[in-house]
């Protein structure tokens, strides 16, 4: 922007100090926010906002694994709270709603493309318990994973 601005003189100046004065502002703004106590912070870094994207990679390629926000924040490099802090920003969704989500799409898809079994489904997303995996997709599209594939095939 600062390099873009063609005005001349005083207005170049006037705009060149406030584009100064609102990076130091921000900068500010981090420095007291990293001072707060570890896991207290509330500004996210880009590279802590890169981390959160590769944690939604991460969920998406290991779906069908046992997830938890520790070994995720370990996985990606940062600490638990920005995590899930970076979640609610970019995708406004907890990690486990988030991760919830995701199985819950990829359920639909494979009932809708596969002939697998619905037991084979709910292992193949990392869902063990049965009753849960029916509870679930029963929230998210009104009937259960036996009725959405039935009727899916009526369709067909």
Same mark, same amino acid.
């Given at each position: 922007? /600062?390099?873009?601005?063609?005005?001349?003189?005083?207005?170049?100046?006037?705009?060149?100090?406030?584009?100064?004065?609102? /990076?130091?502002?921000?900068?500010?703004?981090?420095?007291?926010?990293?001072?707060?106590? $570890?896991?207290?912070?509330?500004?996210?870094?880009?590279?802590? &906002?890169?981390?959160?994207?590769?944690?939604?990679?991460? @969920?998406?390629?290991?779906?069908?694994?046992? &997830?938890? +926000?520790?070994? @995720?924040?370990? $996985?990606?490099?940062?600490?638990?709270?920005?995590?899930?802090?970076?979640?609610?920003?970019?995708?406004?969704?907890?990690?486990?709603?988030?991760?919830?989500?995701?199985?819950?799409?990829?359920?639909?898809?494979?009932?809708?493309?596969?002939?697998?079994?619905?037991?084979?489904?709910?292992?193949? +997303?990392?869902?063990?318990?049965?009753?849960?995996?029916?509870? +679930?997709?029963?929230?998210?599209?009104?009937?259960?994973?036996?009725?959405?594939?039935?009727?899916?095939?009526?369709?067909?």
């Amino acid at each position: 922007d /600062m390099n873009s601005y063609k005005k001349e003189n005083f207005i170049r100046k006037l705009f060149l100090e406030a584009f100064t004065i609102q /990076m130091l502002a921000e900068e500010i703004l981090q420095y007291e926010d990293a001072l707060r106590e $570890e896991g207290n912070a509330e500004i996210l870094t880009r590279y802590e &906002l890169g981390a959160v994207k590769d944690a939604a990679e991460f @969920i998406e390629e290991n779906i069908f694994k046992n &997830l938890g +926000v520790r070994g @995720i924040s370990i $996985e990606v490099g940062i600490n638990q709270n920005k995590l899930q802090n970076g979640f609610k920003t970019l995708y406004g969704l907890t990690v486990h709603e988030f991760i919830k989500r995701h199985r819950l799409q990829l359920v639909r898809d494979l009932l809708l493309n596969t002939d697998l079994q619905i037991n084979e489904i709910s292992d193949r +997303v990392g869902i063990n318990s049965r009753s849960y995996f029916s509870k +679930v997709f029963k929230e998210k599209y009104g009937l259960t994973p036996k009725e959405f594939k039935k009727k899916a095939e009526l369709a067909k």
